[in-house]
């Protein structure tokens, strides 16, 4: 919780007599859609400002993605942008060194952005434990035999 987030809450503490109501939490909210030309990015654009709540829509259609963000739910968002009639879910994907490694070979997609891979759950081996770490820092460990195989 940050600096703003704690002097909210301690003020809600100290106003005593008023209802404490759930306020909605900003996010993002991140949709794989279909768009294959400025019409069709700028319908989606357009459609998903309406949404209430929506503070911005950015759109990279090189990548096929869609960022709102705003005071949403993802599952509106997402309805809103299949009601333009596209091909829309999402984001399915994750940075590829965010998976655990080795990575399954069928998740691949060639569909990806540069760096990314499907986001697909992988059923845990018994008794192994799932590591995410960073790639470059088991490279030169001393742990790693072939360390200086990329020398």
Not at 38 to 44: N, R
Not at 73 to 98: F, H, I, Q, R
Not at 104 to 109: I, L, N
Not at 132 to 138: F, H, R, S, V
Request: aromatic share 8%; charged share 25%; with cysteine.
């Amino acid at each position: 919780m940050g600096v703003g987030g704690t002097l909210e809450y301690l003020s809600d503490l100290m106003s005593s007599g008023h209802k404490h109501k759930k306020r909605k939490q900003s996010q993002t909210v991140e949709l794989k859609v279909r768009m294959d030309c400025e019409g069709c990015e700028l319908k989606v654009k357009k459609t998903l400002s309406s949404l209430s709540g929506v503070k911005s829509v950015d759109i990279n259609r090189k990548q096929q993605k869609v960022t709102v963000t705003g005071y949403v739910d993802a599952n509106k968002v997402l309805k809103k942008a299949k009601s333009t009639g596209k091909k829309a879910e999402l984001w399915p994907y994750v940075p590829y060194n965010l998976v655990a490694q080795p990575y399954a070979v069928h998740a691949y997609d060639k569909k990806a952005p540069p760096g990314y891979v499907r986001n697909v759950e992988q059923p845990p081996i018994s008794g192994t434990v799932t590591r995410y770490e960073d790639p470059y820092i088991t490279m030169f460990s001393d742990e790693n035999p072939n360390a200086c195989s990329i020398m």
